[in-house]
């Protein structure tokens, strides 16, 4: 199923429900699409899901010096941090090395009577306090390990500074400027290059599809816009950085992120067009280039990729059992299946067994996920979120997690 008939298949599912939409639907249009991607892409064996923005992050740098930026007092405490009373989350949900770090939800904002621009409102975890704050000033937030720092953008993209903020005071403690509109952001794993994607307007335009009656329609994302421009190579120590133009031919989507492989040599992207979840890697000049052999088998769409010591590889939906969905792990050098683990989609690696993860409710109809902290081999589920609602028909997303190392 393509994007035009998602829209046309969702808008008659509205007309019959005979309600106008409510502000953010079009993040329930993203996240059926995905849904229905990803399970034609398991159809021989049988969720929805944004992407997660990659959020390797960058210790905080000052005058070319780096100081401690693991965490401290509660951050430190115990192995797993979980609350399965909330959804969405306020306090510190961990387990391992993985923490969600931030969350955020996203409305769209009108700019004329068929268009309109996504609008993300994020809640920042605190070190301190070890509990999630509202934070309204940053269109697109990427946090660091130790949980200490965050590299942010401002409201309106794109944007022409990239932020170093304190999420234990809420203060910028520096500004980095970029030639080129910054509109979405990711570190390498060592925390010292960031990677800022460049647009010349806003990656989150939606465009207003009324319905087949009178009253009814809503917010879809813009396809085809071709906006990205390139991206730019920053040292955040330094501040100072590098663009490369990248040709937006093959862009299906107006956001079209760049991140870091894993050893910080190369960037990649999502490849429109081509199998679900297939990448294309760029050297740092903007050169199109082979993949790495440990990510040759990996897709944009699965948050986990890599385990921490590089042995095991994240992938996709395989399955569903009762209920249960179980996704494959994969051997990331041959691609090869070598087993399964629970879960409908993988966020993030809490040690070298064991992943956070998307996983729906035992016993609920319909898709009702919860963070849930899973096992390897193993048919072990540990809740650590509450339920994340959705309305019945209907795919959606209330809140995005945000994952950092501690």
Request: charged share 25%; glycine share 12%.
């Amino acid at each position: 199923m393509n994007a035009e008939e998602l829209v046309r298949e969702t808008l008659r599912e509205q007309a019959a429900e005979q309600g106008p939409p409510a502000p953010g639907f079009a993040d329930r249009v993203l996240a059926a699409r995905r849904r229905r991607r990803t399970r034609r892409l398991a159809s021989a064996a049988v969720c929805a899901a944004a992407v997660v923005a990659v959020a390797v992050g960058v210790p905080l740098l000052d005058g070319g010096g780096k100081r401690d930026v693991r965490p401290a007092g509660v951050l430190d405490s115990g192995d797993v941090k979980a609350h399965p009373d909330q959804s969405p989350p306020r306090d510190m949900i961990a387990a391992g090395r993985a923490t969600l770090a931030a969350y955020y939800t996203t409305g769209v904002a009108r700019r004329s009577a068929d268009s309109g621009v996504g609008q993300r409102t994020y809640w920042l975890l605190n070190p301190g306090t070890g509990r999630y704050e509202k934070d309204t000033r940053w269109s697109y937030v990427a946090v660091a390990p130790g949980l200490r720092t965050a590299a942010v953008l401002e409201r309106t993209l794109p944007a022409s500074r990239i932020g170093l903020l304190d999420l234990a005071t809420g203060k910028v403690e520096r500004w980095i400027p970029v030639d080129r509109g910054a509109g979405g952001l990711a570190f390498s794993r060592d925390g010292r290059k960031l990677v800022a994607t460049t647009y010349d307007d806003s990656p989150d335009q939606y465009e207003w599809r009324t319905g087949p009656k009178p009253g009814t329609g809503m917010w879809v994302p813009r396809f085809g816009a071709r906006i990205r421009t390139g991206f730019e190579v920053v040292d955040v120590a330094s501040g100072k950085g590098s663009w490369a133009g990248v040709s937006a031919d093959r862009v299906e989507n107006s956001r079209e992120d760049f991140a870091f492989s894993r050893d910080g040599a190369l960037v990649f992207a999502m490849l429109v067009g081509e199998r679900d979840g297939t990448e294309q890697f760029y050297d740092l000049r903007g050169r199109e280039v082979a993949a790495p052999a440990n990510e040759r088998y990996l897709r944009w769409d699965i948050g986990a990729r890599l385990s921490p010591d590089g042995r095991l590889a994240a992938w996709g939906l395989v399955r569903e059992r009762q209920g249960v969905s179980y996704s494959a792990i994969r051997d990331p050098l041959s691609g090869k299946r070598l087993t399964e683990v629970r879960g409908a989609e993988l966020l993030a690696w809490a040690d070298g067994e064991r992943l956070i993860a998307w996983e729906r409710t035992p016993g609920s109809s319909g898709y009702r996920p919860r963070l849930m902290l899973v096992t390897v081999g193993s048919d072990k589920a540990v809740p650590l979120s509450g339920v994340r609602e959705q309305p019945a028909g209907l795919s959606r997303q209330p809140w995005t997690p945000v994952f950092a190392e501690r």
